[in-house]
């Protein structure tokens, strides 16, 4: 399946391209094809010095839902409304949400949209795509420290069996993650919060890049 | 310090007592003294048999606010306010929530009071006490079972530095638990909705007394 990621090229977004191309075809997708060329030519060089494979492309994030089957999200949550106001052809869709709404102050708190998380307010936006949400607490860094085995837990939530099942798989595909299912889409409320939570945690306990293993 | 269990007759309660008994004097508390006496009883006769040390007294969930430092409620968050009502005496003590409150539906569904959190109710209902988080995700029976290690992350919330940190050394004595400073107990909105979580991830992945460690 070819997986694309609107908001391909930042910082969570380039480290999925990575190890997603390590067993997928991926789409680069951001607002401006260009951005996405730079980015790709990035992954790939990154890529064939290290000696491992690639199968990465740009496009705009318009051609990744014209391409992909599987449409991630890693944008900002506060840039969604305006990313899914200027795509069409989302019907039908598998889509990923890994956002995670927070708000800084002496500590990270969660602050989810009205329809309870950043995932249920995408399936809002979308009601006949399928929304799984996945990722969503895996440390941003270690995205893109390719040589580190990533061996999280991942919960994926979501309320279409089949395309969580897939999803599943996807996430079980990249290094050593461990997908699991955690239920319906309404779970990721507490999914997502998670996210602020272990930053916290990180910070208050001087640890870094914290993550979660759920045994 | 001596720990109060109020609630400590309940299955987390004894499973507590039984563990915090190695190294600290525990009283169990129950609305009812003979029945702290008799879980007491059943408490000691199984940690002698063991050959493991003890150090516990029944008593009533009152002489657990008269004689406790430090004062745990292991009660369900529905009896909450009418067991605040019976007491009296608990200004300036510390007091740990380990309540996480839930409703059963096809998956556990976290349901907090107005106040956010179990822990926040509490807090707001006892405003001169020093109310801790802790000990919310930890799986109930793996309490219990006390030839198993228990080397869980534990996140400990809330608003007192210093109380907190004496929860956090508790934490640490029992077993191979690692207490994690959460952050305030606002936080504690998203510890309690963990275990849920859990609940449901055990449920869905065929797992068993699945607990968090944050790594």
Not at 37 to 43: A, E, L, M, Q
Not at 154 to 179: F, P, R, T
Request: charged share 20%; with cysteine; hydrophobic share 40%.
């Amino acid at each position: 399946m070819k997986v694309g990621i609107i908001g391909g090229t930042g910082g969570i977004g380039k480290g999925m391209a990575l190890r997603l191309s390590q067993n997928h075809e991926v789409i680069i997708g951001s607002r401006k094809e260009e951005k996405a060329s730079s980015s790709c030519d990035d992954c790939c060089d990154f890529l064939k010095e290290l000696g491992l494979p690639f199968n990465l492309m740009p496009s705009t994030n318009q051609g990744v839902v014209d391409n992909a089957d599987i449409v991630v999200f890693a944008i900002p949550p506060e840039t969604l409304q305006v990313t899914i106001d200027s795509l069409t052809g989302l019907e039908g869709k598998i889509v990923v949400s890994l956002m995670n709404p927070m708000e800084k102050g002496d500590y990270f708190k969660y602050v989810p949209p009205e329809e309870g998380s950043a995932a249920l307010e995408l399936q809002r936006m979308l009601p006949q795509s399928k929304v799984i949400a996945a990722f969503n607490n895996i440390p941003a860094k270690k995205w893109n420290q390719i040589s580190e085995v990533l061996d999280y837990s991942v919960c994926v939530c979501g309320d279409h069996d089949e395309e969580k099942q897939i999803i599943m798989e996807l996430v079980n595909s990249i290094s050593e993650l461990e997908a699991l299912n955690a239920g319906p889409l309404a779970v990721s409320a507490t999914v997502e919060a998670i996210t602020p939570l272990v930053i916290n945690i990180a910070k208050f306990n001087k640890m870094r890049d914290v993550g979660v293993y759920f045994r």
